[in-house]
């Protein structure tokens, strides 16, 4: 059974960091594309990040600058390094993997910006 299982959320102050991470239990972690997504109180879900199996990455227009992805294939693992956070990125995030018709989703972690 595929499981992804997100980690690393909790509350940070506005102007602080925080990093994320996504465990795969998937085969072939490296062929899978990885996204960040999030889901704010009342709103829908957004993507945030991307990375492809060869690497590039993607970014939603108001965390450019800010957020950071990454992937180690070694470890099935992908990262989602947060800096400079606001009380906008306030949002429950979720590890999403996909290839071809495969699709797959973490159960989401909280992350609260706040004094």
């Known amino acids: 059974q595929v499981q992804l299982v997100e980690s690393g959320g909790g509350l940070v102050q506005p102007g602080g960091s925080l990093r994320l991470s996504c465990a795969a239990s998937l085969s072939l972690f490296s062929m899978y594309n990885m996204r960040w997504y999030r889901q704010a109180p009342g709103k829908q879900r957004e993507l945030v990040a991307a990375?492809?199996?060869?690497?590039?990455?993607n970014y939603a227009d108001p965390v450019k600058g800010r957020f950071t992805i990454s992937r180690d294939n070694a470890k099935n693992t992908v990262y989602l390094q947060m800096n400079s956070v606001k009380s906008e990125d306030t949002a429950v995030y979720y590890c999403n993997a996909g290839v071809l018709s495969r699709d797959y989703w973490g159960k989401g972690t909280l992350v609260t910006v706040s004094s």
């Open positions: 990375i492809s199996s060869g690497g590039s990455t």
